[in-house]
């Protein structure tokens, strides 16, 4: 799920490049608009109004609350960034977004780190210091994005909520603001962009699926496994962005980038190499004598 759900996020800024003539901020308020019935469907057909109901309570709806908000600003960044040419820079935030998953996991869940996943995390660090380094004038976009979605994650892991109730009720929590975003657009001299063209009205209503699908499988990942561990197969996300960034919207490779790119796929080698021999530990000392 986790890797299906970086795969998806991957590919995201070529489904974006088809919704580009939707302004930024009518699209985060359309993407909520459509996410929302999606999700009341989902827990119908699935019988989760009980889980709906749960979620709703205060101390869990405090929680994912701040949640959507830390989810919506991720949304804002990442969209506007995207449509305004700097795919690369997000691709940086979502380099620096395992780095700082690995912080949070040791730091408030008390996750430890062989020092084989430390040499990893290391060699990681320093790739994403090149890369930013390199590109200090769009900075502020990488380092928004990796703050605001793994704090996003943390939060979600220690809701004590399932993956579907929660994205509805924080879809819930969003709607208001959404629904104020795009009443502003459609009452604007240019008017709303849903409702121009058939194809482009079908573009914008499947930013419903294309939101609630990922986050769901997020979500369900995130309760399942060490936070620093799905950090790590995050990397598999901006790498995608990254080859996209180069080959599909032609933004020129630099040194620093090319730098990054072989550390951190070395990091990744390291870390899922004792990952690999762990497990083989594991199943060793289970296996009967």
């Known amino acids: 799920m986790a890797f299906a759900t970086y795969l ?53 709806l405090r929680l994912l609350t701040i949640s959507a908000l830390l989810v919506g600003v991720n949304w804002m960044v990442y969209i506007a960034a995207v449509q305004t040419g700097h795919v690369l820079a997000t691709s940086i935030g979502y380099y620096m977004n395992p780095l700082a998953n690995v912080v949070a996991g040791t730091l408030f869940l008390k996750e430890r780190l062989s020092p084989a996943q430390w040499l990893a995390v290391a060699l990681a660090g320093v ?7 390199d590109a200090r004038d769009t900075l502020w976009i990488g380092l928004t994005l990796a703050v605001s979605f793994s704090a996003y994650g943390l939060v979600r892991k220690l809701a004590p909520v399932e993956s579907l109730a929660g994205l509805t009720v924080e ?63 995050q990397f598999l996300s901006p790498t995608i962005v990254f080859i996209l960034g180069l080959f599909v919207f032609n933004e020129p490779l630099k040194p620093a980038q090319l730098a990054c790119f072989l550390l951190i796929w070395a990091a990744i080698a390291v870390f899922m190499w004792d990952l690999w021999n762990q497990r083989r530990r594991r199943l060793a000392q289970q296996a009967p004598a």
Do not use: N
């Open 8 to 60: 998806i996020w991957g590919l995201m800024p070529l489904y974006l490049l088809l919704v580009h003539q939707v302004p930024p901020f009518e699209f985060v308020g359309w993407r909520i608009v459509f996410t929302l019935p999606l999700c009341l469907l989902l827990v119908a057909v699935l019988r989760q109004g009980a889980a709906l109901k749960a979620a709703l309570a205060w101390p869990v």
């Open 127 to 133: 790739g994403v210091s090149f890369l930013a380094w």
């Open 171 to 233: 879809t819930m929590v969003l709607m208001p603001l959404a629904l104020g975003i795009v009443w502003w657009f459609a009452v604007a001299p240019a008017g709303s962009a849903l409702g121009v063209d058939l194809s482009s009205s079908l573009l914008i209503a499947f930013s419903g699926v294309m939101t609630a699908v990922p986050l769901l499988l997020f979500a369900y990942a995130a309760r399942r496994m060490d936070y620093s561990t799905l950090g790590m197969v």
